[in-house]
């Protein structure tokens, strides 16, 4: 049996314990099989980290579904109880009513939020570039003018599916507070797991605060602290600050 | 615990339907986190380890470790739990109660050994490398998926992906992986 095909055979889970026992040999002894391997099992290990990451995206979703679709019940024997809490929350209310208006999502939104500038679509003034839509769209992003980025790019999304569309879209909404809209195309950019994943997860999380939703833009916090990439400090901050 | 019903929850699992893996998602979520709960964990930790055994278990069902089932998808997914919550527990370097841990696995658990259960980060290296995945055309991504993470055979990388012959896969194959580290070659040393 040759080496690809014993490669072969150990990524379907196929060897045979003898041919194990050759394959185990030839790790020892043979540097360049050595090398392939470890290159094929790095690409394995690179593909099984990108869909676990969509799949942790799905199971948090899921999560914020529960969250968001069943209402508390209340039971009558735990009414005595609640009363006691009222009395407790209203004097633990007086003394958070000025801590709560410095931490409320929206305040929270507006002192993370930075716009994201532009990165994919250089405008130069000065030369004789060719006024295509996309031009036109980003040079309105750059000068902040939102109404007709939203325009521009909605029709550039009909036309074709990229993440970065989705991305720059998404700000254009959040900017025009419009953050039910944003949250759809952050979304968007994620479940397609490639270009600006990492950083959708931080601008869906700030939408979420804007649009006070507030379990939800924790649950993807979480998820950018646990990654440890884009926005991972600022995204531990904010999970302290809404505890 | 109706097995047979378990039975096209899997099928519908391995074919990637979104209804299945919430449906198995939602059933199974209470039962499991009472049961956590003995085990003197935060209810944020019991989530978490919750999240984890069903992307590990769903993982696994699509690599195609978990062809037919032994015992419920439920039994899967508590023993799957366990796992992670005795591995928790020494993380937290938690005193481990012997009372519960001595019941803690019995006869009642799935049999998991061919499974895999643990997810490693990447190295710096394969964050690299998974920079050039995304530079791939969709056909070798797609190709790639099957094989490492699927585990289609060539055969059924053939009929899964419309091409004409095996040979044709395997040539493909070759060529998306040969295209992949030529790229990740080509990357300066002080990356590395």
């Known amino acids: 049996m040759n080496k690809e095909e014993l490669l072969y055979k150990y990524?379907?889970?196929?060897?045979?314990?003898?041919?194990?026992?050759?394959?185990?040999?030839?790790?020892?002894?043979?540097?360049?099989?050595?090398?392939?391997?470890?290159?094929?099992?790095?690409?394995?290990?690179?593909?099984?980290?990108?869909?676990?990451?969509?799949?942790?995206?799905?199971?948090?979703?899921?999560?914020?579904?529960?969250?968001?679709?069943?209402?508390?019940?209340?039971?009558?024997?735990?009414?005595?109880?609640?009363?006691?809490?009222?009395?407790?929350?209203?004097?633990?209310?007086?003394?958070?009513?000025?801590?709560?208006?410095?931490?409320?999502?929206?305040?929270?939104?507006?002192?993370?939020?930075?716009?994201?500038?532009?990165?994919?679509?250089?405008?130069?003034?000065?030369?004789?570039?060719?006024?295509?839509?996309?031009?036109?769209?980003?040079?309105?992003?750059?000068?902040?003018?939102?109404?007709?980025?939203?325009?521009?790019?909605?029709?550039?999304?009909?036309?074709?599916?990229?993440?970065?569309?989705?991305?720059?879209?998404?700000?254009?909404?959040?900017?025009?507070?419009?953050?039910?809209?944003?949250?759809?195309?952050?979304?968007?950019?994620?479940?397609?797991?490639?270009?600006?994943?990492?950083?959708?997860?931080?601008?869906?999380?700030?939408?979420?605060?804007?649009?006070?939703?507030?379990?939800?833009?924790?649950?993807?916090?979480?998820?950018?602290?646990?990654e440890g990439k884009f926005k991972a400090n600022e995204a531990k901050k904010l999970l302290e600050l809404t505890d | 615990m109706n097995k047979s019903k378990d039975v096209i929850l899997l099928e519908e699992l391995k074919r990637g339907s979104d209804d299945a893996f919430k449906k198995v998602y939602q059933d199974n979520r209470t039962k499991f986190l009472s049961f956590a709960k003995k085990y003197g964990l935060e209810s944020q930790d019991i989530l978490d380890i919750y999240q984890d055994s069903y992307i590990t278990l769903y993982e696994n069902i699509v690599s195609g470790k978990l062809i037919e089932l032994s015992s419920t998808l439920s039994t899967y997914l508590i023993s799957i739990g366990k796992y992670k919550i005795l591995e928790r527990l020494r993380k937290n370097k938690h005193k481990v109660n012997d009372e519960s841990i001595f019941n803690f696995y019995n006869e009642n658990d799935a049999s998991i050994e061919a499974f895999d259960l643990e997810f490693e980060k990447l190295t710096t290296k394969e964050e690299l490398l998974a920079m050039y995945f995304d530079q791939l055309g969709e056909k070798c991504k797609a190709i790639l998926i099957m094989f490492y993470y699927k585990k289609y055979s060539i055969k059924e990388i053939m009929s899964f992906g419309n091409y004409n012959s095996e040979n044709v896969v395997k040539s493909q194959k070759s060529r998306c992986l040969k295209t992949l580290k030529q790229l990740f070659h080509s990357t300066p040393k002080q990356n590395e």
Not at chain 1, 53 to 61: G, K, P, R, Y
């Open chain 1, 11 to 226: 990524f379907l889970d196929d060897l045979s314990s003898e041919e194990q026992l050759v394959f185990t040999k030839l790790l020892e002894d043979d540097s360049e099989f050595k090398a392939q391997f470890e290159f094929e099992k790095s690409v394995q290990r690179v593909i099984k980290a990108k869909n676990r990451s969509i799949l942790e995206e799905n199971v948090s979703n899921l999560e914020t579904d529960i969250h968001t679709s069943s209402e508390p019940k209340i039971i009558p024997w735990k009414i005595f109880r609640i009363a006691a809490s009222i009395v407790l929350l209203i004097s633990l209310g007086i003394y958070m009513y000025t801590s709560y208006w410095s931490n409320s999502p929206e305040q929270l939104f507006a002192s993370y939020y930075e716009k994201y500038p532009n990165t994919v679509f250089p405008i130069n003034r000065s030369d004789n570039q060719e006024e295509t839509a996309e031009l036109l769209a980003f040079e309105a992003y750059e000068s902040d003018n939102y109404n007709k980025t939203v325009e521009l790019l909605e029709e550039l999304s009909s036309q074709r599916d990229h993440a970065y569309i989705h991305f720059y879209l998404g700000h254009a909404y959040l900017e025009n507070n419009q953050a039910n809209k944003a949250i759809q195309e952050f979304k968007n950019v994620i479940t397609k797991g490639q270009d600006f994943l990492n950083e959708s997860r931080w601008y869906l999380a700030l939408a979420f605060l804007k649009n006070d939703e507030l379990s939800k833009a924790r649950e993807i916090l979480k998820i950018i602290s646990r």
